[in-house]
């Protein structure tokens, strides 16, 4: 791609005209009045006695305390961004050698912004996208920046006590950004009480993380269960970071320990699908792998690039897979409409009416109501309403109508899934690289009402991007929201898969990598959502294979449930 123009993938070969048989599907549409009001005013959702959350540290109360710039050679003098001082009741020990050595401002563990730990280099720190406000970071390569000396790298991080009395075991979750080198490592301990006695509940280093650059890790969440010894009482977590003169980082932020989830009872499930972009046979092939694994989901949700350009031949190739999948296919479609519905060249009024006339509705945004033994899920359907740019135009009533049911559903305690097909800026895989933060007309609008709903998950496809990278599904939290934010998660592609290149995001460029065929199922229950991220292999000339795998998981807990 160049500059911020929008990119329109390569079509994989042509595709045949089909006769339409359309398929009649059952679904639940509601139509909500809205007003011309787009300002969001709303406060945010109290869940903090209610979601089984025991202990935050956000390092957020540091920001009074930023000092000027001190050291560092590539930041400018007077710019503001770090401090030493840790939060009340934390602490940072680093090694005596450290002393009068090095850069000040990365002299151990710091407390910073992203904009200035990225003043000082990028090499890949600006891909740290989930970082909320103030962050936590262990730099060696910057605090050997200066006095040309070796200097070993050897700090660790100390929580406050954290209360786990009572618990028989913790889920620790914080939002963790590694970039590794030969001989530098990471690890997390935890200990009880004081005693002494730490023991390691992760690690990283050149044997589990590939050295130099690991997309597993990089922008990552690490959620940690820790069982807790009977009759204690407080725990004390630790992050160790030890490198060589000028190795890589370690960033964290957004810490929590929360209670753990008891055993999951029956869900209302849910296929999702996105990107098919002019693979039918493929997409044909998904549905029947889906449908073995959650052959009772209520709905399948299609997250745009249905089509490849938003011709009828088109269209009609997957009237034809819908219509030859109608006996295993959910009872509730819903569809949100993609770049690629629009790139014909005929006028946008024609290629949107295309769209509609696939999803059966009347609007690009709708709301569906999937039913099942987890009971009601609302899916809140977002969409681009006029021709581009910029990508997603929206109204006022279609941004009015969301901030209502989003607060309706809210009310009845539920946990809400968005779909659109585009992602916000900062949320999930790609979308630190600037141009994925421009697609919508109301980018930092919609951010900011979703940052305050912690039940809501938006799915968004576009990027092509590989489930195996950290930020595959992100918490994102936003300035003045809810402290969980809310939750975006890539759904993958049909067609091929893409990923970045380069070291810094000013040269960032993308790459097609492989031909893929994947997607999500949902699994809701009442008190959590559990998205699991698969593989169904692609099919090639024989339409099928033995691929259905799950690359990876996520348990998202619904903080409205007591």
Avoid: C
């Amino acid at each position: 791609m160049l500059g911020t123009i929008p990119r329109q993938r390569a079509l994989a070969g042509a595709l045949a005209l089909a006769i339409v048989v359309p398929l009649t599907i059952g679904t639940t549409s509601i139509a909500t009045a809205a007003s011309d009001e787009t300002t969001h005013k709303a406060k945010p959702v109290n869940t903090q006695p209610t979601d089984a959350v025991l202990y935050r540290q956000s390092f957020n109360d540091l920001a009074k305390n930023l000092q000027a710039r001190s050291s560092d050679p590539d930041i400018v003098d007077g710019t503001v961004g770090f401090t030493h001082e840790a939060p009340t009741d934390w602490a940072v020990e680093n090694d005596d050698s450290m002393a009068n050595a090095g850069v000040d401002e990365w002299r151990g563990w710091s407390f910073t912004t992203r904009d200035f730990w990225v003043d000082a280099e990028d090499q890949m720190r600006n891909r740290f996208a989930r970082a909320d406000n103030i962050i936590a970071v262990a730099d060696s390569d910057e605090f050997a920046d200066r006095n040309n000396a070796a200097h070993d790298f050897r700090s660790t991080l100390v929580s406050d006590e954290i209360k786990v009395k009572g618990q028989d075991a913790v889920e620790l979750s914080f939002d963790s950004h590694y970039r590794g080198w030969a001989g530098q490592s990471a690890a997390v301990t935890v200990e009880f009480d004081g005693s002494g006695e730490q023991t390691e509940i992760l690690r990283y280093d050149s044997a589990s993380v590939t050295d130099n650059y690991d997309g597993s890790v990089l922008n990552a969440n690490e959620t940690i269960a820790i069982d807790v010894p009977e009759g204690a009482k407080n725990a004390t977590i630790r992050w160790n970071f030890e490198a060589s003169a000028n190795s890589w980082y370690w960033a964290i932020d957004s810490v929590s320990v929360r209670e753990v989830l008891p055993a999951a009872q029956e869900p209302t499930s849910a296929w999702v699908v996105s990107d098919i972009q002019g693979q039918p046979k493929d997409l044909a092939h998904a549905f029947t792998d889906l449908s073995a694994t959650r052959p009772d989901a209520s709905g399948l949700l299609m997250v745009g690039d249905i089509v490849s350009s938003g011709s009828e031949a088109q269209w009609n190739d997957i009237y034809k897979v819908m219509d030859d999948a109608a006996p295993i296919l959910p009872g509730t479609v819903a569809a949100a409409i993609g770049n690629h519905e629009s790139y014909t060249g005929e006028p946008w009024a024609t290629l949107r009416d295309r769209f509609l006339a696939f999803a059966e509705r009347d609007r690009v945004w709708d709301e569906y109501v999937l039913e099942g033994n987890g009971g009601e899920v609302p899916v809140l359907v977002l969409g681009q309403e006029e021709s581009r740019p910029p990508e997603v135009p929206m109204s006022p009533e279609q941004i009015t109508w969301f901030k209502d049911r989003l607060a309706y559903w809210t009310k009845q305690d539920k946990q809400i899934l968005v779909i659109s097909h585009f992602p916000l800026g900062d949320t999930a895989s790609a979308s630190w690289i600037p141009w994925y933060s421009n697609h919508y007309e109301h980018n930092d609008l919609l951010t900011g009402i979703l940052g305050d709903y912690p039940n809501a998950v938006m799915l968004n496809g576009h990027t092509h991007y590989p489930f195996e990278l950290g930020d595959w599904a992100v918490q994102r939290r936003t300035d003045g929201g809810h402290p969980d934010g809310f939750w975006a998660v890539n759904t993958g592609a049909i067609q091929v898969e893409w990923d970045a290149r380069g070291e810094n995001t000013e040269g960032i460029t993308e790459v097609v990598t492989r031909d893929i065929n994947r997607g999500l199922t949902i699994d809701v229950f009442e008190d959590r959502m559990v998205i699991d991220a698969r593989d169904f292999g692609v099919t090639g000339a024989t339409g099928t294979n033995d691929v259905n795998d799950v690359v990876r998981s996520v348990t998202i807990p619904n903080p409205l449930v007591k």
